[in-house]
């Protein structure tokens, strides 16, 4: 089943990399199109997923042990998400709110429950990697277009 | 002898010194934590390079990535938990030694054979990559493009279990590629209209992404399965010392790794857990003593570490003479040159030599650093190790991996493309497709179109320049048997496997 689905979402990536590879404009005389790499490999990841679904058919059935990292699975899917939201809220209220506040959070999915290290990390965190990246190596911190701590705390 | 100005260079410089004793033991304490690898270390440090000059920046990353493959023992030897997969070859001989008290021994091995090893490596990397570029120079678009050729199926097909999964690895790695303007004809290419995609995919979050969040990923994963506490093995009082007397009959094992881990290392994707595997066999067929290893001989940690650490210098030939990079360690390093605007391949002995040969200057001081470090303190280090606290650790990584992507360039799009690249970087583990040939496809597609799509204007369009001229079909006949070699190979496996079973 598992590697049915492997193949069958290779076959999907496939395709849509070679449904992009076709909206590349035609090349002017004398040039090479600009879409044959992009085509050529889309073309060997299809037939490669089309190695993989012939395997899986091949496989006997009754590999479907049971799935013990669910748990695992569903702890790391939801880091994915905290990780897209933190990012995003970087757009809306710059870095160090949205630090302070996934610091703690992401401590405690990874087994810290001391009440006193989780609060000293949502002003601890913000506060060292601003001063490492923003003010020692000088990089231009993110604005938040919402609310923006570092304006604030500026005045 | 362009080396020797170049030491002279280094060891005049205090803070390049201080720099390289720096990475020796950041790459210690890396490739030495298990999770952590060199590959992460360098890549969630390459962001703070940019702030650096070019020598400091690439002495200080190759040192880690040196330092890191030799760490990894310490994690092998002494809690039986490889640092990383070619040290997982030292585990063999070094655990049993550890059990029986002679854990500092051991480590003193693995050290003078790391030591060994790499510096076999590095010598034979600065008297022959001048050879290689001179060739490399005489080369032709079509040449080249046959290289590249060669390198995608070797590092899609030899890397990893799957034949199938490798290659597919690398054709997402060279689409991921092609997104943006296309160099050539400006023509947009998977950018939906973004403008954002229409400057391409960056390296460098991408490879903090797969590299750096993904493994945060992974070991949030791991975490629930780990049982039990990682206790180190103490060494008796005669276990820790080494006399010339113990050593000798290592000695002929460490030179052979070096030179099997250099001829290795030249060959783009196949890497250092190869090269340590090969030597402990080839060391294991050739010793007096087969019987004991296995059991806890010193030869068995000092074949393997000697091949693990050889790859190191030669791994850069490819990168630095035709701007391919033979590992990811390579890959980053790549970025790095890019990142300060210089540009790799032959031409780079031409414009940038005094900074090559600086470069493989560090890369020896850096031998000797961890050498130092490792003889002396690898049971602080461990000690250490034991002492980091993972749970902390890891989320301070995860921080770091988005202040890191967004410093490269300022760019919140970055940010994204990092969180992506991390959670794909994770699947791709999980279901066992090969990151290595994913990144390193990436980091060659450019270069491959480039010189595919100029080999088609030199012959008016004309896929047969690539047959007629006589290196070329050589490399693309070298990539066709890599592969043929690989699935003849996993053929033999699954008929001993089954033999096996039959027999069962």
């Known amino acids: 089943m598992r590697a049915y689905a492997e193949g069958l979402v290779l076959a999907l990536i496939a395709l849509f990399a070679l449904w992009g590879a076709w909206q590349v404009p035609a090349a002017s005389p004398g040039d090479t199109w600009a879409g044959i790499v992009p085509f050529s490999a889309s073309v060997a990841l299809l037939l490669l997923s089309g190695l993989m679904l012939a395997g899986a058919a091949r496989q006997t059935a009754g590999d479907t042990g049971q799935d013990q990292d669910n748990v695992a699975t569903l702890q790391i899917i939801g880091l994915f998400i905290i990780a897209l939201l933190y990012q995003q809220s970087f757009r809306w209220f710059g870095y160090l709110l949205p630090t302070a506040i996934v610091a703690p959070v992401v401590l405690y999915l990874f087994g810290v429950r001391s009440r006193i290290g989780l609060i000293l990390s949502v002003v601890l965190c913000p506060l060292i990697f601003h001063l490492i990246f923003f003010v020692l190596l000088g990089v231009f911190p993110p604005y938040g277009e919402v609310f923006d701590l570092l304006s604030w705390l500026q005045g | ?504």
């Not at chain 2, 493959?69 to 997982?88: E, H, K, V």
């Not at chain 2, 480590?107 to 003078?112: D, G, H, L, N």
Request: proline residues 5%; hydrophobic residues 50%; neutral net charge.
């Open chain 2, 1 to 504: 002898m362009e080396i020797f100005p170049a030491l002279l260079s280094v060891i005049t410089d205090p803070s390049l010194l201080l720099a390289i004793v720096l990475a020796a033991a950041v790459g210690m304490v890396v490739g030495a934590t298990p999770g952590l690898t060199a590959s992460a270390a360098i890549a969630m440090l390459l962001p703070i390079t940019f702030y650096m000059s070019p020598i400091f920046a690439l002495a200080f990353l190759y040192v880690i990535g040196k330092s890191g493959r030799y760490g990894g023992s310490i994690a092998a030897i002494l809690f039986n938990t490889p640092g990383t997969a070619a040290s997982a070859a030292t585990q063999i001989d070094g655990y049993p030694l550890a059990r029986t008290g002679k854990a500092g021994k051991a480590m003193k091995v693995a050290t003078i054979s790391s030591i060994i090893g790499d510096l076999m490596g590095d010598i034979l990397l600065v008297i022959g990559v001048g050879f290689i570029a001179a060739i490399a120079l005489k080369l032709g678009p079509p040449e080249t493009f046959a290289i590249y050729f060669a390198a995608f199926v070797v590092i899609g097909s030899v890397i990893g279990n799957s034949i199938v999964k490798g290659l597919a690895s690398a054709l997402m790695g060279i689409l991921i590629a092609m997104v943006g303007l296309d160099p050539i004809s400006s023509e947009e290419r998977y950018t939906f209209g973004s403008f954002d995609l229409s400057n391409g995919i960056g390296l460098v979050p991408l490879m903090i992404g797969v590299f750096v969040l993904g493994e945060v990923f992974a070991q949030l994963g791991s975490r629930s399965k780990v049982t039990g506490e990682t206790k180190e093995n103490e060494s008796t009082a005669d276990g820790n010392s080494l006399t010339w007397e113990e050593y000798k009959p290592c000695l002929p094992h460490a030179l052979r790794g070096g030179f099997i881990g250099a001829g290795i290392g030249v060959l783009p994707g196949l890497g250092s857990a190869i090269a340590a595997f090969i030597s402990y066999g080839e060391g294991k067929r050739r010793a007096r003593n087969p019987e004991m290893w296995g059991r806890g001989a010193l030869e068995g940690v000092a074949a393997p570490e000697a091949a693990n650490n050889a790859v190191s210098g030669p791994s850069m030939a490819p990168l630095l003479t035709l701007g391919i990079p033979g590992s990811t360690i390579g890959a980053i390093l790549l970025g790095v040159f890019l990142i300060h605007g210089i540009q790799v391949g032959p031409t780079l002995f031409l414009t940038d030599k005094e900074l090559v040969y600086k470069l493989f200057a560090c890369g020896m001081l850096g031998i000797l650093a961890y050498g130092l470090i490792g003889y002396f303190g690898a049971t602080q280090v461990a000690r250490l190790i034991l002492k980091i606290p993972t749970n902390v650790l890891y989320p301070l990584i995860f921080l770091t991996s988005f202040v890191a992507a967004y410093s490269a360039r300022g760019s919140m799009f970055d940010v994204t493309v990092m969180t992506i690249a991390g959670f794909a970087g994770w699947l791709m583990r999980k279901y066992d497709f090969n990151v290595a040939a994913f990144v390193i496809s990436f980091v060659l597609a450019k270069g491959a179109e480039e010189t595919f799509r100029q080999s088609l204007l030199m012959s008016d369009g004309g896929a047969l320049i690539f047959v007629e001229r006589p290196i070329a079909l050589a490399f693309l006949l070298v990539g066709i048997a890599a592969m043929a070699f690989r699935i003849r190979g996993i053929v033999k496996e699954r008929r001993v496997a089954e033999g096996g079973l039959g027999d069962a």
